[in-house]
């Protein structure tokens, strides 16, 4: 059975702060989604990740690909309010549309 | 472009009730995918269609079942509800060629009573 252990589970931190979102397996992903949601909604897209040890940015963003290709992980600078949502890590492990999802991380930014 | 649109969006069921939810793809995406949300147990994979055809299910019994229609349409039945049954099922589609690049709907909130 294939999982994906995100890590924190909750963050709650103040207007300003950086911070760190993990996404580990012990299998390789063939690629890897980051996906954000908003209550009421469904996940958005955020970015894929498909070559080891490769790093994409998006604005104060940044998300980074294990060059073993097992984990990743999802950097924000000076988280604002807006960012408030739960980030959920995918892993595609070459099965067509099924994505393993990670349990997800609830971040939340005080202004 | 529209985006991907289900239907209904809420739903009040009983149990031992069957439910259809609906789900119509974004233009020119032939492969939709179903999850289940629960607090519980995060995002699960249902099912995924591509061209009418299931490719992949995921490990749901046999009262969850879905179908594509030749426009990529899609829909999914749970029958005989049971409680644990309560979640926002999503639908998502992706285009060829990114089959980890998936645009979810709102999703359809089912709360089994």
């Known amino acids: 059975t294939q999982l994906l252990e995100q890590s924190p589970q909750f963050l709650s931190i103040q207007e300003g702060e950086n911070l760190t979102v993990y996404c580990n397996s012990s299998s390789v992903f063939s690629s890897l989604q980051w996906y954000r949601q908003e209550p009421g909604e469904g996940p958005v897209l955020l970015v894929t990740v498909v070559t080891g040890g490769e790093v994409k940015k998006l604005k104060r963003l940044t998300f980074q690909f294990g060059d073993a290709r097992k984990d990743s992980s999802l950097h924000i600078t000076a988280a604002q309010p807006g960012d408030t949502g739960l980030y959920l890590c995918a892993g595609d492990y070459n099965q067509g549309g099924k994505l393993i999802f990670g349990q997800g991380t609830e971040l939340s930014v005080k202004p | 472009k529209a985006g991907v649109t289900q239907t209904p969006r809420y739903l009040i069921k009983t149990r031992g009730q069957q439910v259809t939810l609906s789900c119509s793809p974004i233009?020119?995406?032939?492969?939709v995918s179903w999850y289940q949300q629960t607090p519980g147990q995060g995002l699960q994979f249902l099912f995924e269609?591509?061209?009418?055809?299931?490719?992949n299910k995921g490990n749901f019994p046999g009262r969850f079942s879905g179908r594509q229609f030749s426009n990529s349409r899609s829909e999914m039945n749970v029958s005989t509800l049971e409680l644990g049954d309560s979640a926002l099922y999503l639908c998502?589609?992706?285009?060829?060629?990114?089959?980890?690049?998936?645009?979810f709907g709102e999703g359809s909130r089912l709360t089994v009573l």
């Open positions: 998502a589609s992706s285009p060829q060629g990114s089959p980890g690049e998936l645009f």
């Open positions: 233009s020119g995406h032939r492969s």
């Open positions: 269609y591509f061209s009418e055809t299931q490719r």
